[in-house]
C-alpha cells in the first residue's frame, strides 16, 4: 500500500497506490499534482514509523486515453525517483493475470486512508473493509453513468466504503 501526497495551487490532496514494481505505483490518474510524494508503509500518516521510506515522484505517466472529464482510462503509474527498499514490510503487490476475473459474489479488499464521511477528517490509521462485488445488474439500475466494462459494482447496503482520499487504492 502507498500513501501519496500531492499539491496542485499550493493546497495538499492524498490519495493511495500500490507498489507494482520496485520504482513504480499504480493509482488513479486524478492523483497528480506539481509534486508528488509516496509513502511505502506507512500505517500512520501522522506519526514517523521505522519501516516507512518516502520518496519523491520521477514522473506521472498517466493512461494515454484518460479522459478527466468523464473518468475513463482513470489509471495512472508514477515512476519513483529512486527503488524501493524491499523488505518484509514493503514489497510489490502481485498483479492479476489476464483472464483472472473478479466476479459476483466474491468479497474483495478496499483499503485507504481517505476521509471517514462527509464533514470528517481523513484516518490517521490506514483502514480496511470488506466488500462483496454484486451483480452489474444492481449497479446498472442504480447509476445512470454505470460502465459494465471498465466498473465493478460493490454492495451498497454496507455504510463502509471508499471515500475522498481513497482513490488511487486497491480493490484486492
Same mark, same amino acid.
Given at each position: ?6 499539491? #496542485? +495551487? ?24 506539481? +509534486? ?8 500512520? @500518516? ?7 521510506? #518516502? @520518496? ?17 482510462? $482513470? @489509471? ?11 523488505? $518484509? $514490510?514493503?514489497?510489490? @503487490?502481485?498483479?492479476?493475470?489476464? &483472464? ?8 474483495? +479488499?478496499? $483499503? ?41 459494482? &460493490? ?18
Amino acid at each position: 500500500m502507498a500513501f501519496l501526497e500531492y499539491h #496542485v +495551487s499550493e493546497k495538499s490532496f492524498i490519495c493511495g497506490g500500490l507498489l507494482v514494481h520496485e520504482d513504480f505505483v499504480l493509482t488513479a490518474a486524478h492523483c497528480w499534482g506539481s +509534486s508528488i510524494n509516496v509513502t511505502l508503509r506507512d500505517h500512520n @500518516i501522522y506519526q514517523q514509523e521505522r519501516t516507512q521510506q #518516502v @520518496i519523491p515522484v520521477r514522473r506521472a505517466i498517466p493512461h494515454p486515453r484518460y479522459d478527466h472529464n468523464k473518468w475513463v482510462n $482513470a @489509471i495512472m503509474l508514477l515512476q519513483l525517483r529512486r527503488k524501493a527498499y524491499l523488505t $518484509a $514490510a514493503v514489497s510489490p @503487490i502481485r498483479l492479476p493475470w489476464r &483472464r483472472e476475473l473478479v466476479k459476483p459474489g466474491m468479497v474483495c +479488499s478496499v $483499503a485507504g486512508w481517505g476521509h471517514l464521511g462527509m464533514n470528517n477528517p481523513v484516518a490517521e490509521r490506514l483502514q480496511e473493509v470488506d466488500l462483496e462485488v454484486q451483480r452489474d445488474e444492481e449497479c446498472i439500475s442504480r447509476y445512470k453513468d454505470y460502465n459494465t466494462t471498465t466498473q465493478i459494482c &460493490r454492495e451498497t447496503k454496507k455504510e463502509e466504503g471508499s471515500f475522498f482520499g481513497d482513490s488511487g487504492g486497491p480493490l484486492v
